[in-house]
């Protein structure tokens, strides 16, 4: 019984992970970065998965994003998630 439990749990797992992976990149322009709070602000189109229209609003960046390489007024792709409850960009190309 206990090795089922432990394959299901890993076959949810894994459904879950791949589910992640079929998220659309979404479109925007950065429009300010606050470096010190590691937060990015984004004019964005509309984030599907996120059930959000287009608007412009503040993100946390995720551990992966490297604000260094950002600029206001760049033309982004990126992929945005709730991380522990919060709005985050977590990949920016």
């Known amino acids: 019984m206990r090795l089922?439990?432990?394959f299901t749990t890993v076959?949810?797992?894994?459904?879950?992970?791949?589910s992640a992976w079929s998220a659309e990149m979404a479109?925007?322009?950065?429009?300010?970065?606050?470096?010190?709070?590691?937060k990015i602000t984004i004019k964005h189109g509309e984030l599907k998965d996120l059930e959000m229209p287009s608007m412009t609003m503040v993100f946390a960046a995720g551990e992966a994003v490297d604000l260094t390489k950002l600029k206001a007024g760049q033309k982004v792709k990126f992929m945005a998630a709730r991380v522990n409850g919060r709005?985050?960009?977590t990949e920016v190309k």
């Open 27 to 38: 479109e925007g322009t950065i429009k300010k970065i606050d470096a010190a709070q590691k």
């Open 11 to 18: 076959l949810l797992a894994t459904a879950t992970a791949g």
């Open 4 to 6: 089922l439990t432990f």
């Open 87 to 89: 709005l985050t960009v």
